[in-house]
T-cell receptor, first 117, second 115 residues
């Protein structure tokens, strides 16, 4: 079975531009989470989506938005890019959110590396 | 506030040495989950273990072992007889109860195993 797939793998943008990153979860996984990993640091939680609804949001500005589609794939959008947005953006999928504390294994993709010039 | 601290930024060992990666966490929750992930140069985070807060039993999986001590809020990871393929960045993470999909990661420990 295919793992979590993300596209594009690398991209370069300039300040002020907008970017859309895409993620396809593992088949059967209905929950998708997004993380930002700046070089030399641990990943930071951005969003979690389940059944097309936002279930959690990290401490990121409104320039960051996401959505989940009926096939459970997801997009992360970042507007008005800043130099500090340069990072590896990781998508993770997991089994259905049970609502009772499902914190099973998150399966991560290889990420989209964004460079903002 | 919830926080994970990995005080060791970099560790370098020679192959076949044992090495322990430290992890200390902070949370006010009584129920939570702890994880270890491995990140090779490819960037993909590879799941190693999950432990819930009610299970303090230590675990061994091959050359890997984990020591969970709730009294000291620590969840340390030991690799026995290290190998060059163990070279990677290792992250400890905390998941709050009822917030599936959200992990709070430590800063990571870069392990270099030299032949």
């Amino acid at each position: 079975d295919a793992g979590v797939t993300q596209s594009p793998t690398h991209l370069i943008k300039t300040r002020g531009q907008q970017v859309t990153l895409r993620c396809s979860p593992i088949s059967g996984h209905k929950s998708v989470s997004w993380y930002q990993q700046v070089l030399g640091q641990g990943p930071q939680f951005i969003f979690q989506y389940y059944e097309k609804e936002e279930r959690g949001r990290g401490n990121f500005p409104d320039r960051f938005s996401a959505r989940q589609f009926p096939n459970y794939s997801s997009e992360l959008n970042v507007n008005a890019l800043l130099l500090g947005d340069s990072a590896l953006y990781l998508c993770a999928s997991s089994l259905p959110f049970s609502g009772s504390g499902n914190t099973g294994e998150l399966f991560f993709g290889e990420g989209s590396r964004l460079t903002v010039l | 506030a919830q926080k994970v601290t990995q005080a060791q930024t970099e560790i370098s060992v020679v192959e076949k040495e044992d090495v322990t990666l430290d992890c200390v966490y902070e949370t006010r929750d009584t129920t939570y989950y702890l994880f270890w992930y491995k990140q090779p140069p490819s960037g993909e985070l590879v799941f190693l273990i999950r432990r819930n807060s009610f299970d303090e039993q230590n675990e061994i999986s091959g050359r890997y072992s984990w020591n969970f001590q709730k009294s000291t809020s620590s969840f340390n990871f030991t690799i026995t007889a290290s190998q060059v393929v163990d070279s990677a960045v290792y992250f400890c993470a905390l998941s709050p109860y009822n917030q599936g999909g959200k992990l709070i990661f430590g800063q990571g420990t870069e392990l270099s195993v030299k032949p």
